[in-house]
């Protein structure tokens, strides 16, 4: 029986946008469920701010699940930011935010057997969310936890660059990593959504967000190149 596993969504979405993921799961016969966020449960996170209550959320979702199905583990999938908070999540260092120490410590990475990443960016350039991605990579630096498959998926769609229809790529690639002509999803540069230590994979055509058009990471025919981690 494969282990219970939870969505964590991206930063400012929402659970309805993974629905049709977490249905696609459901009947391969894994049990999931999405982090019921709601747009306002980001807005005290904006500007950098403490990614606290996501934290809180994701602990409440993986204890119900945990307890619901009588399971020693589960398994996350983190969308863009979701990956990462979801390694705060894991972590055993009391989460730190602007110089101001808070208590908070979830210790969670003996509950996880999988930690799933798609498009997350691991790294950033960009000033709101480099602290708290400089305390993920200065504290749990790689696929930290050996007890922990770490697998991170990156999109191969666009390459960014200064011409119409590739600026938003471009931009984006620039506050990620630092570079903007370079390959990703639309929006995460494959450099930053990969792990050192982690199992990763590249998956051309596929776009960010589940609000995209076209495909993007938790579509059928890119699902099958992850899939089998949960399984």
Known sequence: M???????PGYLETAIAYRQLEQSLVQ??????????????????IGGRPVTPIVQQIDRTVKQ???????PQVNLI????????SRIYLGEQPYAARGQVISSCWKAYPLVA???????????????TRWNLDFVTNNYPGAFYKDVRYVCVAGKTIFGARKPGCW?????????????????????PIAAAHLEGAENIVIAG????PRSP??????????????????
Do not use: F
């Open 168 to 188: 938003l790529a471009y931009s984006s690639y620039q506050l990620t990593c630092g570079q903007g002509n370079t390959w990703g999803d639309g929006i995460t």
């Open 114 to 128: 999988n930690l799933i990443t798609l498009g997350t960016p691991h790294i950033s350039q960009e000033r709101w």
């Open 2 to 8: 494969p282990l219970p596993t939870i969505i964590v």
């Open 28 to 45: 391969l016969g894994i049990p999931t469920i999405t982090v019921p966020l709601k747009r306002r449960d980001w807005l005290p996170t």
């Open 65 to 71: 699940m945990l307890q619901q199905h009588n399971s």
């Open 214 to 231: 076209g495909i993007w990471y938790g579509s059928p025919e890119p699902l099958q190149a992850w899939m089998q981690y949960l399984l």
């Open 206 to 209: 596929v776009r960010h967000s």
């Open 78 to 85: 983190g969308h863009s930011a979701g990956g990462w908070i």
